[in-house]
């Protein structure tokens, strides 16, 4: 019998950069082969780390004020992901991510569920949709749809959790690794000097009025488990000397063909693959066939594609109250492509971009 139990959307607010941002930047989404779809434009990272309650002042509501707070000391620094997708103003039809303060959205929610009974359930990968909430980007309109979303959830009793949704076109998985590391450094930092509120008034409901309904939104969550449409695989890889968009075909192709072994997954001809790269975002669409076989003598790879864990990407210790380590962290490629793959290739995990390993994530269909 199918759960009654539900996901509240409570609040949902903006976080904007501290500081004003300068105008004029930009990152150019080049597609080749294809266009940029509908179903192409959802595509994103989620992330999700659940937390027990560490002491009576920790819970989701302040974890969401605080939040609201260091984030936007921290956007400064890092814009892009306050930007809007858009249209090239100069005419010549292409895509590009305009660099503004237009902000990111924070949500809070509840759901009525113990931390525990989710974290076990079999379907949990699939329900983590519920925890991370994400909003289809217009291609209309896509200047006011925002790119990066986090959720602060908290669930019957002790436990809460922190998801975020970033979109693969805004830049890949490791830009966001990267910006939490700096993130949570400056909000431990806040809180050791005393810079967070004690009473937030940035508090979600801070301000919600007695006569309107007390959530904006509930939703099953056995609902959530029916729109999860495939699997992700992790690899590693060293970084290649040649960089030409056909060796990144092979790398993407190699990848694929490993993550074809896993339970459930659904054999594919085409595959989407993303590449970042300093000047901006390389989108191309591929047939899989024998000319993107990777060689055992290519200088570059090798060959040596390897499975990897997301742990590797070293936000194990990412907290947002002093000594409370995540219990657990989910991450996970969402593609609404139910008939094709999707591989995105992150450069390095170093802020200079010099490491010697790339990572790539692929989405596959699953049965």
Same mark, same amino acid.
């Given at each position: 019998m ?56 920790e ?7 605080w ?14 992901? !306050? ?12 895509w ?46 896509p ?18 959790a ?29 809180? !050791? ?25 509930? %939703? ?46 659904k ?86 971009? %010099? ?13």
């Open positions: 199918a759960s009654s139990k539900q996901l509240h959307i409570d609040a949902i607010q903006s976080i904007i950069p501290s500081k004003i941002i300068s105008p004029g930047k930009s990152r150019r989404v080049n597609l080749t082969n294809t266009t940029l779809t509908q179903k192409l434009l959802q595509s994103r990272l989620r992330m999700v780390f659940y937390y027990n309650k560490s002491s009576e002042e819970s989701a509501w302040t974890a969401a004020a939040v609201k707070e260091s984030m936007s000391v921290a956007l400064a620094d890092w814009p892009e992901l !306050a930007g809007r997708l858009r249209k090239d103003r100069e005419g010549e039809g292409c590009e991510i305009k660099i503004n303060d237009a902000g990111l959205r924070l949500v809070q929610a509840s759901i009525e569920m113990q931390l525990d009974e989710f974290i076990a359930a079999e379907d949990r990968t699939d329900k983590e949709a519920a925890l991370a909430d994400w909003r289809d980007v217009d291609m209309k309109n200047d006011f749809c925002a790119l990066c979303y986090i959720q602060v959830t908290q669930f019957e009793g002790n436990g809460y922190v998801g975020f949704s970033l979109s693969l076109l805004l830049n890949d998985p490791l830009f966001l690794v990267r910006f939490l590391k700096s993130w949570t450094e400056i909000h431990m930092q806040m809180l !050791a000097d005393g810079r967070l509120s004690k009473s937030p008034m940035f508090h979600l409901n801070y301000f919600q009025s007695p006569s309107h309904p007390k959530h904006l939104r509930s %939703t099953p969550i056995d609902s959530f488990s029916s729109t999860e449409a495939t699997t992700t695989v992790l690899f590693k890889a060293p970084r290649m000397k040649n960089d030409s968009i056909n060796n990144y075909k092979k790398l993407a192709s190699a990848c694929i063909d490993e993550a074809l072994k896993s339970p459930g997954a054999g594919v001809s085409k595959f989407t693959l993303l590449v970042n790269k300093s000047d901006g975002l390389e989108i191309e669409s591929c047939d899989i066939g024998s000319d993107l076989k990777m060689e055992e003598s290519n200088g570059d790879a090798n060959g040596a594609v390897k499975l990897a864990r997301w742990e590797e990407l070293g936000l194990e210790n990412f907290t947002l109250m002093k000594g409370n380590k995540p219990v657990l962290m989910s991450y996970r490629l969402v593609s609404s492509k139910v008939d094709e793959a999707l591989v995105a290739v992150m450069q390095s995990i170093n802020q200079d971009n %010099t490491g010697m390993e790339m990572f790539i994530g692929a989405a596959i269909p699953k049965f």
